[in-house]
Structure formats: C-alpha cells, structure tokens
C-alpha cells in the first residue's frame, strides 16, 4: 500500500472515530427552567444521577418561569420544568406541551431586615403583610422579571390592593433579575423580598435579612414538567426528553429530591402521584 493511499486511509479512520465520538457527546435534551431549580443547587443534585443513569446529559436554561414559557414555546427546548401551574396548564392548554406532571413542591416565605419596619414578624396572613409593608412604604425588592414567584408576588399586592406600578423606583424596587441577584438586593438595601424557600436555604449573603413570614396557604409553590409538543416543534428531542420526565417522577428520582438538603433542611418536597 503506498504511503498516500495509507494516509488517506488513516485520515478516514480517524474522522469516522472523531464524528462518533462527537455523536455519542451529543445526546443531550434542553431543558428550560427556572432559576430557583439551579440557584437552590437542586439540579447540580438531580441531573448527574439522571446521566450516570441513562448517558443522557441535560443543558439547563434557567431563566424565568415567564420567560421559559417563552423558549419552550418556539421549541428552544425539550423540556419545560417551572413552578406556576395556570401557565403551566395554558401551555399545554394551547398545544405547545403534551402533558403537566406534578413533581414537587416547596413554599414561598417574606424575608425582610431584622428591624422589621413593616411590623410583619410572626404573622400568617401573606396579604396582609404585603398591605403593611406598602402602608409603611418600607423598600421591597422585586424580581420584576415575569417568573414564577414575580407571579406569585403580583398575586399578592393586587389580593392587598396595592398598585405597585405607582410605587415602582420609589420604595417598589425590580431588579429584573433572578433570585439570588434580587436577594442580594435586598440585602444590601435592608428591603423586603418574596423568595422560594430553596433559593433561600442555599443563599449565603444574608445580611440582616431573615424569614419574617411563612406558612399562609397562599405561599404554596408547587412545581411541574412537561414535555414540549413534538408535534409542534418535530425536532424536540421527544424519547429523551420524556426519558428525563419518567425518571423524575420515578421513586428514584422522587427520592433524590426529597434527598436533596442544605445543612439538613429539606428544600423541596416530592409530590409526584401516578
């Protein structure tokens, strides 16, 4: 065999084993989700079991609830897994996910300074504490970012009748930001903020910051996922992406978010029933 046709032969070889190597690489979903799943290290948690499992990676968007809607719905992604359940069922209301599965769940609390201008501490009625923080026109730092607990939040002030729009840059801050970046707000402008309870238990920049409420049947915040519409979007990663789904409402994966903890405390809650 001459040295060219050698050559030749070597070359294809190794451009066969790089474009295998590069295929097996490339078997991973999307999924978009929200911010409290990443920041609250859940899914550094979750999503290596998920791999070492099925060789399925997983690529995390997280963004906002809103805003992963969004992606979803121009099939940027495979999965969607985000925590407001009228956006969720809209979603698939509209063609855009075939099926909502409930996976888990966790609560929203109000931190605030520990000198409590508002007087909130101990309470248990959410609105309220909303209406005394805007009567006192004590600082509130929102995420202002269309997300999951921004809903959650806007919920609130209107249940308190309080136009926040009016407030807005005065004692009504949005930082347009995810979760931790508005804690850190909060914490350096001594503000209020509402946060789901897992971002809260993983963020260290505390400062004077503490729980001053919880507990109020209205600060639920359950969790769901689903799988975007492959027909809709036929290039969605469908087998893959329901893969990760099964796995996730499986007692394995069930049980590795109920496993999932910060200095012992469980930060979210498994609820997944068939």
């Known amino acids: 065999m001459d040295l060219l046709r050698r050559l030749t032969l070597l070359a294809c070889a190794a451009a066969t084993l790089a474009w295998g190597t590069a295929g097996a690489e490339e078997r991973f979903i999307t999924v978009a989700s929200t911010t409290s799943t990443e920041q609250s290290g859940l899914f550094g948690h979750l999503l290596p079991r998920f791999t070492a499992k099925t060789g399925i990676a997983v690529r995390v968007v997280a963004v906002g ?32 996910g075939v099926k909502r599965y409930p996976v888990m769940y966790n609560d929203f609390v109000i931190v605030g300074p520990k000198a409590d201008p508002a007087a909130i501490r101990g309470g248990s009625d959410a609105v309220a504490a909303f209406a005394g923080i805007a009567r006192a026109q004590a600082p509130f730092a929102s995420r202002g970012d ?122 979210f809650f498994p609820n997944y029933r068939p």
């Open 65 to 96: 609830t809103g805003q992963a809607i969004q992606i979803a719905e121009r099939g940027d992604a495979d999965v969607l897994f985000v925590h407001h359940t009228p956006s969720e069922e809209k979603f698939v209301a509209d063609g855009f």
């Open 146 to 267: 269309d997300s999951g607990t921004h809903k959650a939040e806007l919920a609130l002030w209107k249940a308190a009748a309080v136009d926040v729009k009016a407030a807005s840059g005065q004692w009504y801050r949005e930082t347009g930001s995810g979760m931790g970046p508005t804690l850190n707000t909060a914490a350096g402008l001594g503000a209020y903020a509402l946060t789901d309870r897992g971002t809260w238990a993983a963020f260290k920049n505390r400062g004077e910051l503490e729980v001053l409420l919880a507990g109020d049947p209205r600060l639920f915040n359950p969790y769901g996922i689903i799988l975007v519409n492959p027909a809709r979007h036929p290039h969605v990663k469908a087998a893959d992406g329901q893969a990760f789904i099964d796995w996730v409402i499986s007692p394995a994966g069930q049980q590795a978010i109920a496993d999932y903890k910060v200095d012992g405390e469980p930060l």
